[in-house]
């Protein structure tokens, strides 16, 4: 990862609201929409995310088989006000994307290592959220540099996010604290 690139900057609200994303409290994920990355699992979490704060934005970067899926099931929810699909974005404007969230999840089934998307989060000082399977506990300590949660598991899901909402300050440190892991 290009920690240069991928450093904690200002928001800039540029690009968001030249995607037309309202303003507010965005979490982000950058994962394609392909099974093993279990986006499903992301959106199924949103409602209740939602029905707590209902202000916040869903910002799903990527491309894949399932997007038509993905796509009606957040029509199927009613959600669609909240949940943003921009498609593929460019590497040069992830840095601004990234600045510009509170909070990058990862719900993959499955990763060798750690993600490249979860490491740029973690260098741009974004929390994460991601799921506790293969060697992301390399990487994450749960509550320090990141928080691990239990795949395939929505409600779980939704209750860290909605903890983490609720604690600015900490996840703050807990995003910096990713950054100087992964620099």
């Known amino acids: ?24 409290f965005t979490i982000i994920s950058m ?8 986006l ?9 995310v939602l029905s707590a704060y209902p202000e916040v934005n869903f910002l799903l970067i990527g491309k894949g088989s399932q997007e038509k899926e993905l796509k009606d099931l957040v029509r199927e929810l009613k959600i669609e006000d909240s949940v943003f699909f921009p498609g593929f974005i460019p590497n040069n404007d992830l840095p601004l994307l990234l600045n510009s969230s509170n909070i990058y999840i990862s719900t993959s089934l499955s990763d060798a290592g750690i ?16 799921t506790d399977t293969g060697e992301n506990r390399k990487w994450i300590k749960n509550g320090e540099t990141g928080y691990l949660v239990p795949p395939s598991d929505p409600l779980k899901l939704a209750e860290v996010v909605k903890s983490m909402i609720l604690n600015p300050k900490e996840i703050k440190k807990v995003g910096l604290a990713g950054r100087k892991i992964i620099s």
């Open 1 to 24: 990862i290009d920690t240069e690139q991928f450093s904690p900057e200002p928001t800039n609200f540029q690009l968001t609201r030249k995607m037309k994303i309202k303003d507010g």
């Open 31 to 38: 994962r394609n929409f392909e099974p093993v990355y279990d």
């Open 40 to 48: 499903r699992t992301f959106i199924l979490a949103m409602p209740d």
């Open 115 to 130: 993600a490249a998307s979860t490491a740029e989060a973690m260098a741009c000082g974004v929390p994460v959220v991601v």
